[in-house]
């Protein structure tokens, strides 16, 4: 061992000999009760099944009443941001699937959203009919990983199983447009990096064809299985006043009855042009989350059935013909050195947006997915940061919900509000 | 339902020099305004009719370094009544970068200010509870801030081999 891991090392024990860590240091955080030593304290993770990652929960506990509750975040942080400031834009696109990973079409959708606001690069409807179609695949896919971890969770096992079976359905479409299964990296600046293969449509529509059977089956399993109803009902509760004054969005903020879906209220890539509606709550209680984004999943059936049927009408570019931005189809570099400059611009130095700030929004399954992206002039995203709804939803609406509930009932809490760890620690 | 106003008058109105600057970009309204002024112009966006910018989406630090004034918080209001959002900024200098928390404002701000102060190393006054969020407790120096070095492994060729192997951190001996 070098002297200096040496001293490094030894230098670690005598800090942690000096600690003299009391609760005193926890003053501001938790009750009085507990400096005396009335309440208990209580680590719920960062190793913890139910915590959907490595989330650290710390509780105050009176018997087993929870009466505060304070999240630790960061156990995931990889610097996403910071190591997008060091690509360009896009190759920084890559970071965004593995932020949320149960969500990668949004995360590219909401980056490349705010790359074409600041540069006024075009769509071509095709691809966002494409875009459209994939984004609410992945909110299926997010919905079935919540449903099925949230039963498990609660105790209901068999749901786990069945929404796996399906998941897989729609991870195959992932790979047949993009070659991976999760980090697809499959939208681009103005459009898409490749055309959808001709077996997609099939594919789909097959998928579309088995799958509301299956969400009749997930409904029969769990809307009026009393067991289901005990365990959900009346607990995690949060007022719309609250909801809105903790940040939440998304399933979370309806399931209170907040009528708030950026899909309908700041359309994007064309969603004004489908028909779908919005399942809100009324009790904001864990049993109401979970019947809005079930709802929800069949609102995401009609859309891509709408969505299927636009494709097959549609031909033409998937992407951009703006050669500033897209690089020319491979046939062209042979012919035109007008393409193979462009061809080696983009390859090597990549383009460059204009100086600005833009701040752009989608509704992701989670909730409000944000970026606000700036840039110098440069060829590399001079700041780019993400509005997170697992960071706020973790950081706001569970310690929220949780405080003054039952120790067995966090669970369900955790589950119902849908956390992605990665997603929340970036 | 009271009409919607333009936030751009109203602001220029009513909080007079607070309003530095605004800017018109793609579509989105940028208003900068002095820091000392920060709460009271959440209060305003909030609680005026009309405007009510009742939800406040993120905070977003950035770092101009080496420009001065070297940081900047964008806080970035929704109106959901409204459908429209908004875009409040301010400025500030590298020897002391400190504003007023508003956290009594906006719940929500809490955690956001949290990342603003772990990420750029912005104090912000009165909050609750200005501790670290993302990195650990005991980590120095503010991640995201421009002077803050990427930070990545040499690559091992046959070259270098011995020099790289020797300042890997292997038990040794």
Redesign the interface.
Known sequence: ??NK?VQQTTGHLESLQEWQGTVQELK??VSPRALSGETMLLNMGPQHPSTHGVLRLLLELDGENVVSCIPD??YL?T?I???M??KTFEQAIVMTDRMDYLNPMGNNLVYCLAME??G?IDVPERAQIVRVLLAELTRINSHLVWLGTHCLDMGAMSVFLYAMREREMVLDIFEMVSGQRMMSTYFRPGGLWRDVPDEFIPAVKHFMEIFPKKVDDYDRLLINNPLWIDRTQGIGVITPEDA????CTGATLRGSG?N?DIRK??PYMGYETYEFDVPLGTHGDVYDRFLVRMLELRQSIRIINQAVARLEKTPGPFRTQNRKYAPPPRSELGRSMEAVIHHFKLWTEGFTLPK????V?IESPRG?L?C?L?SDGGNKP??V?F?TPS??HT??AIPKMAKDGMLADLVGIIGSVDIVLGDC?? | MQQPLDPVELAKLTLKDAVLDVIEFRGETTIVVKPETIVDVMRFFRDTEGLEYIFLSDITAVDYFPQEPRFALNYHLLSMLYLRRLRVKVYLHSDDPRIESVTSVFASADWEEREAYDMMGIHFENHPSLRRVLMPEDWEGHPQRKDYPLGYEQVQFSFNFDDIERLKPYAKE
């Open positions: 061992m070098t891991a501001n955080l975040v960061g942080h610097g941001e910071k190591n400031e060091a606001k600041l006024e809105i004054q903790y940040g907040v708030w209220a700041m600005g700030e833009v701040y929004s409000e944000s606000y700036s001079h700041r940061h509005r960071y706020v950081m706001g620690d970036r």
